[in-house]
């Protein structure tokens, strides 16, 4: 296969106007996508209606076209869709990147469970959600541990737990309590007092309906220390006054955060630092250029951590890559009449 200038790993907002550019600068680039285009969003709950409003998330100004004040996972997930089919752009869905090795002197190898490629340069937007946070606790393997919770149908007339205190464990509560599944929700009681968004309080119209599930009596809330074990049919925790209860249940959702994977960029040789999200690569802030030169990060795992931003990013960075590959081919050519000047 002929080199790439450009590999891009990862298909959701980043990757996707990281493309976009690359395919404005002209280069010959692919992106490569282990899931779906728009992956992390797609896994979110089915029917979500999301927390940032259109000028926020779309790929271009106005073209994001809601029916409410803000999109749904649905809305979002179509215009991605159709920003990549109408620009019909260059994206390999389903195949996972194994491994990235080489140097930029020779170019970068990018292997997959499905092919091996060869490029100049190579930028990362995967997503901070690859690695679910656990527990550490006896019984956190079993099948019905679930670290993502997308439709509460499955649940109806169930015994669920979810534990967390942040929004999607919220919503999770909220959705499962609202159709029909007997929740509980194990929450720090700083997170269930929390009200400062500053400080990651949950959204108000989050907690407002699921405070009245509460109220209604749908709805158990346990301000929790530590869960201590899972088993088969119930769950251990001890209660933020020291208590020790056990709670029958089908599944639990254990919606704790999640971080990114940065194996691929580590073995590389990438060094990292801890960020306001979790451990993140070191990089140039002008170009988003690691300490490995050719390879570029952007997107949630970096400090420009908002879809907008994700966005924006590859817009700036992208043309910059592009520059320094031109100033590289015609270098070889400057150098070669030369050396036929001086003949």
Do not use: C
């Not at 790439?4 to 996508?33: F, H, K, T």
């Not at 179509?78 to 752009?89: A, K, N, P, Q």
């Not at 074990?229 to 254990?254: A, K, M, W």
Request: hydrophobic share 40%; aromatic share 6%.
């Amino acid at each position: 296969m002929m080199p790439l200038d450009l590999i891009i790993i990862g298909a959701g907002p980043a990757g996707l106007s990281a493309a976009e550019a690359a395919a404005n600068e002209g280069l010959n680039y692919l992106v490569i996508e282990q899931g779906t285009i728009a992956n992390t969003i797609r896994k979110y709950p089915i029917g979500r209606t999301m927390f940032s409003t259109p000028n926020e998330v779309e790929m271009h100004e106005n073209t994001l076209k809601p029916i409410r004040e803000k999109p749904t996972r649905e809305e979002l997930l179509s215009h991605y869709i159709h920003f990549v089919l109408d620009l019909d752009l260059h994206i390999n869905t389903g195949e996972k990147v194994t491994d990235v090795s080489g140097q930029i002197s020779e170019g970068f190898r990018v292997t997959t469970d499905q092919a091996e490629y060869h490029a100049s340069r190579v930028l990362f937007a995967i997503g901070a959600m690859e690695r679910p946070r656990r527990l550490g606790i006896p019984g956190e393997d079993l099948k019905k541990v679930k670290n993502v919770f997308v439709d509460p149908y499955p649940y109806v007339r169930k015994d669920a737990l979810v534990v967390g205190g942040g929004n999607s464990a919220a919503e999770a509560a909220l959705f499962l309590s609202e159709e029909g599944a007997r929740t509980t929700m194990a929450i720090w009681r700083e997170d269930w007092e929390n009200r400062d968004p500053k400080a990651g309080a949950m959204k108000h119209w989050v907690r407002t309906p699921l405070e009245a599930e509460v109220k209604a009596g749908r709805l158990r809330v346990v301000l929790y220390r530590n869960v201590d074990e899972i088993r088969d049919d119930s769950v251990t925790l001890t209660t933020d006054t020291g208590e020790q209860i056990t709670i029958n249940n089908d599944v639990v959702f254990v919606l704790v955060g999640s971080d990114a994977d940065l194996t691929l960029l580590t073995r590389l040789g990438v060094e990292v630092e801890a960020g306001k999200g979790g451990t993140i690569p070191v990089y140039n802030p002008d170009t988003f250029e690691t300490n490995v030169p050719g390879i570029y990060v952007v997107g949630h795992f970096t400090q420009a951590r908002h879809i907008k931003l994700a966005i924006d990013v590859p817009r700036r960075i992208v043309p910059l890559i592009a520059q320094g590959l031109k100033e590289r081919q015609a270098a070889p050519s400057d150098t070669s009449e030369l050396t036929s000047s001086m003949r």
